[in-house]
Structure formats: structure tokens, C-alpha cells
């Protein structure tokens, strides 16, 4: 580029620009943090120009238009002064990351467009300097290359040319370059981007968003939205920058953080996430995992097993007897065909199941069980049980506190003749009466108040019961064993029983928790099972949803395409879509090359074309011999300049082995549950929890025969390779997997 | 504050100083609050606030906040 030197120059000069009206609405925002009061509401006022979109604090309308055309767009937003202060130091720090030269039809002249973190203007209504990566605008870098191009904007679609696109490289607040992309995107630049190191936490990839990447993030027209993403597909990333857009484009019907709920699958993995949108400039959402609802749902100190503590004890299972039995029951009782049986169930409970007695008062009979029973029945349809045995309540004790004023007569007698309460006998009439009354609340409570627990155990240990529920319903050939199986020791529930009883205490009960969230985000779908998603609709009667997941990364279970007709066929929602993206950006070709032989041969897949050594497959004549291969390549990785380095293993107690073996000969940390994630070392971590990470340098330990060899096996070993950015090693002893082929032999 | 009235109340009907009471004190004999006391406490309450307190209601009262909440609700109904 002969002029490039020439533009460089410009450009410099444009950074310092924009750089010093950062600096000094930055000062006035700080200044105005420490006013209060009416000097803070005019400072706001004045401020409202570089609202950054990330607060709450809708204090206060103003009209502003946000975008390129003169459009009669109307952004309610006012923000926090401690949210601006926020991202104009983020700004400070990198203030954008790319141009566009957009000419729109009927203009004389392109008009260059800079995109970065938030918007900022010059002055109030005046010029914008920095466009919100989120604007309708700024969809064209993501989504154009140069030549014709249109945005939608709200007042309509917007057609034009773009004549220019370039990327910045900005970093603590100094211009290091530019370049001109004719690509989408330049690979080059997203090359540079992949083959850095990861950190500890998830990053931010505003830079680097794809065309269909951010097609899905900026999806308003369904309900669902599902996307099926092979491993490294960046599906997380898009739920990440999809909740920043949704917080962005709420900004005029106010979509809150707490409006917003994201489903992880562990811990471990909700702290990854964690950086994301406070990087983004938005607050943090809640990030929950599934055994919250059940905990929430089920009477307080219920004890059950936990999903990971399911899928462990699943993936550890040595007798295949006993796994297959467990298996089994778990794949029913999550099924559409329990659910089924459970909402029958749920209706037969009054007529059959609640256990109504007649209720004496004063000596006399007021209300036999009979009468309560046909009084429930008769009850509206549309309401739940729950409401209408509170309605029975309140019927009863109504008519009770009519009774009470002929009862009172008759305790103030008998206590007045009581000895033992010469003074304060109108006080011990009182004391009675509470007696009396407190004797009936519990009778009543007895059949006002189902347990979910107890009435789902009678369910399942009542002979017969569910068979005689069942008509029509194809039931397991051993459902009697299956049966039998969960009436082991009672407490605590298996994680499974825990969700059926869940499931029927939102069939009984009020939900009124979760009735404000209008956002779920669900991450790793291929997980759940029916149940989960039937849960799902019950807790969260309000909202839309963003499904993520990939078929293929399965524990202990096949799945296939037909699970996100599944989804739709529950969620039912008014409009659903399926995106499916087979393009892998965390892998090298080698290595994803690899991994794909652990999936149908038919599996669709693009490698992002960034090269790097071919996996590695190590034996070693014995486990302490692996040992020490196994760290000789831990630490080479090291000395490749691989910072965080995972070795993982099939299960809990191969990884505890190994760890115990090495920990006190090399420095090592092996991951719980719950645990906080370091940024760099090295990591010894089973499979289920290393869900959704990534790693420089990824070693499968212990990859023989013995531990993988069905299919289910398959998909361990595909999500174990997946996690690595860069370099792949497998080791085993004794016999191979039958499972892997090819990789260099060593 | 309803708390601070309930806790007087309370307090003369089973002579013990304000100052050993607080919301968390549970009412039960451990306590040396008997079911007369409650009945008592149920008694004056109800004159002082004006309001209705049923009986099936008392036994869930297991601290002083507890009656504090009810009466709260009862008031502001």
C-alpha cells in the first residue's frame, strides 16, 4: 500500500481526536459522580450523548437519535453516571475496532462509521464519533463486504454502498495498526485472534462476530431461537453478545439483568463466563444451573443427587448390569412418556389421592371428607391445585370463624370453672381456643398441602399405580425393575425422581418466582432431556428463548437432529428457528480433522484454516512410564508457549488417581466442582467439567480399551479432543481404544 | 415500629425486660413463653392494632417477627 504511511498518519490523528473528547467526558462524569443530587441529574442530562446502553437507571427519557440516517428512531436512555464512567475507561482503552465507508442511496459522499465497544458523540445531538457495536448501522461491517450493502434500521431498510472497511488493533489505549479488509472479516486478523493463548476466563468478540454468528445474535423475530454449533462454533460467545444485543435493543421496553436467566451446565462453567458482559459493558446476568429450580421447587431440606453427581456416577459405572438398569430408568423417568403419566397423575390426585377427612367442631361434624372432595372437583379447571385447595381453606375455616362466635360462650364457661386459672381465666379461654383451632389447621393442612415428594414416591412404590396410568403410553419391558430400582434407599432422591417430583409440584402449585424473566438463555441443550425443557416452559410462562447446543457432545446418551423438534414440540412457541453452524474457529484443522472421526462419517464441518501439529498418539509399556510421557508433554506444551494446559480424564476417580501419582512431581491442579478456574497451569480435570472449556494443550489420559469403547464413549472422546486450541496428545496403556484412528503414533 | 410495641407487650405480660427480647426470640416454653402468654400477647395486639388475629393462625408464629409480619399484613390490608 503506497499511501499507506499517508493514512496511518490520518488515522493517528482521527485517534487523538476522539481520544480527548473520551478524556473529557470522562472528567466531566467522574466530576458529576461526586456531585449529587440536582448537579448530578443536570450532569446526567448533559451526558446523555455517550450513553453507553448498559443500566438500568432509566431515570429520565430523552430522544435520541442514534443513527446514521435522520431516522425518527427513539432510544429511551439515560444511564447511570457510574455506568458511563465504566465504559468511556473502556474506551480509553480501545475506542473502536473498525470503519466503514457507508454511502447511503441519494448521498453525494461516504461517511466514515467507527464502531467499537459504545456509542459516543462529540456533543449532544451532534456527531457520532464511535457507533455502538449493537446499532442496526454497525450490522454492515459484520455482515458486508465491500460494494452494495443495507441495514435495517427501525424507520426502514437503509440501502448503500460501502466503499471502505478497515480493522484497528488498539490496545491499552495505543494505536498499533490498521488494515483494509476486502474479506469478511479478514481471516488473517481472526487468525491472529485464534492462535493467541486462552485466558482463564472467556473473552469478548466483538472484533471477530461472523456473518451467520451475527445473524443469530441479533435475532428479534422468534421466540426460540436454537442454534446447533459443532464444538468450538463459538455457540457460548453468541449467547454472550446475544443478551448484550437484547439488553441493547431493550433499552426502549427496558429488558433488565434480572429479566435475563442463563442455564449453565456446571459452576466451573457459569465463573468462565463470568467476564463477558461486564466486558461488553453490561451488567452480570444470573447464571444458574438446573438443580437450582429443583432445590427452589422442592420442600426445603429435601436432599437429592445432583445432574453432576448423575452423570458422574453414569460415566464411572463399572458393571454394565447395573449401569444399563440406571441408564434406563433415567431415560424414562426424564421422557415425555413419564411426563405424560405425571400430568395424569396430577389430575387424579383430588378425585384419588388426597386423603380428605371430616372436620369437628364444637362437637358437631361441619364438614365430612365427602363434601370437601366434591367441593375441590366442582372447582374451575383452568386454576392449579394449588389455589384451589387454598380456596378450600379458607372455605373451611370461614365458616369456622362463624361457629367460633357461639364456641367462645362455651370456653369462657369451662375456663371460668378451672381452678387453676382463678385470674386469668378469659386469657385461658383464649389459650383453648387457639388449641382447638391450631388441632384443625394441621387436620387441614394434612390434605391442604400435597407434598410433591411424597405423593411422587407413592407413584412410584405403589403397586400398580403407574401401570394403571399408563394406557396408551409405551412403558419400558422392565418397568417393574426400573420400578424397583428407585425404592433403594429413600433419601437421598436420584437426580431424575428429583425432577419428576419437581415437575409435579409446578403441576400442583404456584410458580411465581420466575415469572419476570422474559430472556432464557439455555447452553449445552443436548443435556437436557424432555423433563427439563417441560420444567423449563412451567418456570418461565413469560419468556423467549435462546437454545444452544451440539448434538454431538452427548454424555452417556445418543442424541440426534430431531432433538430441537423436540424442544419446539414443548416450548411451543409462536415462532422458532434452527441455525446450525459447522464452522469450528477453536481448532486447528489438525486437530479438528482428528476429532471428527469420533462422529458420523455424514457430520458436516469446516475447520477455520489455521494450522498446527498433528495429534499425537502415546503409549507407554506401563501406567508409570505414561506418567512421566504424559508430563514430558505437559511440559513441552509449556515450552511451546501454551499457557493453560488440561489434561483430562474419563472420570472423577481417574483424574484423583493421576493427580495423587503426580502432584507431588510436577505443579498441577486438579479441578472440582465448584472450583474457581485459575488462569494458567496446568489442569487436570474429567471429562463432564471440562464441558464448554478450552485449552492451548489438551492430553487424554488413559484413552485404551478399557475405558473407551461404545459409542457413548465416542462422544466423550469427540468433546475431550475439541477442547484444544492447539496442540492434541492422547496416551494410553496397554490396548488402544478401538475408538481412535490415525494421529502420529509415538 | 410494630416490632418495638409487640416486644413491650411481650415483655410485661411475662416480665422480662425489653432488652432480653428481640424479633428472633422464639415463642416457646424453652423461652418461658407459655401457650397463656401467647394468648395474652394475641390479646393486647388486638386491642392495640385494632385488628383480628385468628386462631388457626397463631401456632405458625415461631418468632416475634413472625407476629410482626402478620400484623403488618393485617394493618396495611
Known amino acids: 500500500m503506497a499511501n499507506y504511511e499517508q493514512e496511518l498518519s490520518n488515522e493517528i490523528v482521527h485517534y487523538n481526536d476522539v481520544l480527548a473528547i473520551i478524556q473529557r467526558q470522562l472528567n466531566t462524569a467522574k466530576n458529576g459522580h461526586a456531585k449529587s443530587g440536582d448537579t448530578l441529574r443536570k450532569t446526567n442530562r448533559d451526558m446523555w450523548e455517550n450513553a453507553s446502553h448498559s443500566s438500568d437507571n432509566f431515570d429520565r427519557a430523552v430522544e435520541l437519535s442514534q443513527f446514521y440516517q435522520p431516522l425518527a428512531n427513539i432510544i429511551y436512555a439515560v444511564e447511570s453516571t457510574s455506568g458511563r464512567v465504566r465504559l468511556l475507561e473502556q474506551l480509553l482503552q480501545s475506542a473502536y475496532f473498525a470503519r466503514i465507508d457507508f454511502r447511503a442511496e441519494g448521498e453525494e459522499q461516504h461517511e466514515m462509521l467507527y464502531i467499537g465497544r459504545g456509542t459516543l458523540m462529540d456533543k449532544p445531538g451532534n456527531r457520532f464519533c464511535i457507533y455502538d457495536w449493537r446499532s442496526p448501522i454497525a450490522g454492515l461491517f459484520y455482515r458486508f463486504e465491500t460494494g452494495d450493502a443495507f441495514y435495517d434500521a427501525p424507520g426502514g431498510r437503509i440501502a448503500g454502498n460501502i466503499g471502505l472497511k478497515r480493522q484497528y488493533e488498539i490496545n491499552n489505549g495505543v494505536f498499533e495498526y490498521f488494515f483494509d479488509a476486502d474479506v469478511q472479516i479478514s481471516d488473517e486478523f481472526l487468525r491472529r485472534m485464534l492462535s493467541g493463548n486462552t485466558s482463564g476466563k472467556m473473552k469478548t468478540i466483538v472484533e471477530t462476530i461472523q456473518k451467520d454468528q451475527d445473524i443469530a445474535i441479533r435475532d428479534m423475530t422468534h421466540d426460540l431461537l436454537m442454534v446447533q454449533g459443532i464444538a468450538g462454533s463459538g455457540k457460548t460467545s453468541i449467547a454472550l453478545h446475544r443478551i448484550a444485543y437484547l439488553k441493547y435493543q431493550g433499552l426502549s421496553n427496558r429488558l433488565k439483568s434480572s429479566d435475563i436467566i442463563i442455564l449453565s451446565p456446571n459452576t466451573l462453567f457459569e465463573q468462565y463466563i463470568s467476564n463477558v458482559l461486564p466486558e461488553l459493558g453490561e451488567d452480570e446476568v444470573k447464571s444458574v444451573v438446573f438443580d437450582d429450580f429443583v432445590k427452589s421447587s422442592l420442600p426445603d431440606k429435601t436432599t437429592f443427587q445432583t445432574r453432576y453427581e448423575q452423570t458422574e456416577m453414569l460415566v464411572s459405572c463399572a458393571d454394565p448390569i447395573h449401569k444399563t438398569l440406571q441408564k434406563q430408568s433415567m431415560e424414562f423417568k426424564m421422557s415425555g412418556a413419564f411426563v405424560e403419566i405425571l400430568n395424569r397423575y396430577a389430575d387424579s390426585l383430588p378425585a384419588s389421592h388426597i386423603n380428605f377427612t371430616d372436620i369437628v367442631y364444637d362437637g358437631r361434624t361441619i364438614f365430612t371428607g365427602q363434601y370437601l372432595k366434591e367441593r375441590l372437583l366442582q372447582m374451575n379447571d383452568h386454576i392449579s391445585l394449588s389455589v384451589k385447595l387454598g380456596q378450600l381453606r379458607r372455605h373451611i375455616f370461614e365458616e369456622i370463624h362463624e361457629l367460633r362466635k357461639d364456641r367462645m360462650p362455651k370456653l369462657l364457661r369451662q375456663a371460668r370453672d378451672d381452678p387453676e386459672h382463678p385470674y386469668d381465666w378469659e386469657e385461658y379461654a383464649r389459650a383453648l381456643s387457639i388449641e382447638e383451632h391450631t388441632n384443625l389447621a394441621k387436620q387441614v393442612s394434612g390434605f391442604i398441602s400435597p407434598d410433591s415428594v411424597a405423593l411422587y414416591k407413592k407413584l412410584i412404590n405403589t403397586d400398580g399405580l403407574l401401570l394403571s396410568l399408563s394406557e396408551g403410553i409405551e412403558l419400558p419391558n422392565n418397568i417393574r425393575e426400573i420400578l424397583l430400582y428407585a425404592q433403594g434407599p429413600a433419601s437421598p432422591l436420584q437426580n431424575e425422581d428429583a425432577l419428576a417430583a419437581t415437575y409435579l409440584q409446578l403441576l400442583i402449585g404456584t410458580n411465581e418466582l420466575y415469572k419476570q424473566i422474559r430472556q432464557v438463555v439455555v447452553d449445552e441443550a443436548q443435556d437436557y432431556y424432555s423433563i427439563h425443557f417441560e420444567i423449563l416452559r412451567r418456570l418461565f410462562p413469560n419468556a423467549r428463548y435462546t437454545v444452544l447446543g451440539d448434538v454431538n457432545q452427548t454424555i452417556e446418551k445418543q442424541e440426534n437432529m430431531s432433538l430441537y423438534e423436540r424442544i419446539t414440540g414443548i416450548m411451543q412457541p409462536e415462532s422458532a428457528c434452527l441455525m446450525v453452524m459447522n464452522k469450528s474457529f477453536r481448532c ?81 491442579h486438579l479441578v472440582h466442582s465448584g472450583d474457581n478456574l485459575n488462569t494458567t497451569g496446568i489442569f487436570i480435570i474429567p471429562i463432564i467439567m471440562s464441558k464448554g472449556l478450552e485449552f492451548d494443550s489438551v492430553l487424554v489420559y488413559g484413552a485404551d480399551s478399557g475405558h473407551y469403547f461404545s459409542d457413548d464413549d465416542r462422544k466423550l472422546l469427540y468433546i475431550a479432543s475439541t477442547r484444544a486450541l492447539h496442540r492434541l496428545s492422547l496416551f494410553y496403556t496397554g490396548e488402544i481404544s478401538p475408538l481412535i484412528q490415525g494421529g502420529n503414533r509415538a | 415500629m410494630i416490632l418495638d410495641i409487640i416486644i413491650s407487650l411481650l415483655s410485661e405480660i411475662i416480665s422480662t425486660p425489653e432488652s432480653d427480647l428481640s424479633g428472633r426470640t422464639p415463642l416457646t416454653p424453652e423461652y418461658d413463653i407459655e401457650l397463656i402468654d401467647i394468648a395474652k400477647l394475641m390479646i393486647e395486639i388486638e386491642k392495640r392494632f385494632e385488628v383480628t388475629i385468628h386462631d388457626e393462625i397463631v401456632h405458625t408464629f415461631g418468632t416475634l417477627n413472625d407476629v410482626a409480619e402478620h400484623i403488618d399484613a393485617l394493618i396495611s390490608e
Do not use: H
Not at chain 1, 511451546?640 to 501419582?661: F, H, N, P, T
Open chain 1, 588 to 668: 486447528t484443522k489438525e486437530i479438528l480433522s482428528f476429532s471428527m472421526q469420533f462422529l458420523d462419517s455424514d457430520t458436516p464441518f469446516e475447520s477455520f484454516n489455521r494450522n498446527g501439529d498433528v495429534p499425537q498418539v502415546i503409549n507407554a509399556a506401563d501406567m508409570d512410564l505414561l506418567d512421566e510421557r504424559l508430563m514430558t508433554e505437559a511440559i513441552y506444551s509449556k515450552g511451546q508457549g501454551c499457557q493453560s494446559i488440561g489434561i483430562i480424564c474419563k472420570d472423577v476417580q481417574q483424574a484423583e488417581a493421576l493427580y495423587d501419582r503426580l502432584k507431588d512431581k510436577i505443579a498441577l
